[in-house]
Nanobody, 115 residues
Framework: QVQLVESGGGLVQPGGSLRLSCAAS????????MNWYRQAPGKQREWLAT???????NYADSVKGRFTISRDNAINTVYLQMNSLKAEDTAVYYC?????????WGQGTQVTVSS
């Protein structure tokens, strides 16, 4: 059974940093393109970042220069390093893995940016 489990969310002050993790199991992780998304209350889910199986990365303009996606295939984990956090970054953050027609989502982790 495939599982994607996010962790690392929490409450952080504006300007602070967090690192989210997404641990995968039940899949050949190294083959998958991994992504991070977020969904704020009352808003649509927003794509943030992608890392391919070849470690090519891409970012949404809203997070470019502040967030960094990375992966460790040895432990089947993808990360999202988030710096210079703003109140508008408050959302539930999700990881997603896809390969061809196969598509998996995690359950999400809450990030709240507030003083």
């Amino acid at each position: 059974q495939v599982q994607l489990v996010e962790s690392g969310g929490g409450l952080v002050q504006p300007g602070g940093s967090l690192r989210l993790s997404c641990a995968a199991s039940g899949m050949i992780f190294r083959l998958f393109t991994m992504n991070w998304y977020r969904q704020a209350p009352g808003k649509q889910r927003e794509w943030l970042a992608t890392i391919t199986s070849g470690d090519t990365t891409n970012y949404a303009d809203s997070v470019k220069g502040r967030f960094t996606i990375s992966r460790d295939n040895a432990i089947n984990t993808v990360y999202l390093q988030m710096n210079s956090l703003k109140a508008e970054d408050t959302a539930v953050y999700y990881c997603r893995g896809w390969l061809g027609t196969v598509n998996y989502w995690g359950q999400g982790t809450q990030v709240t940016v507030s003083s």
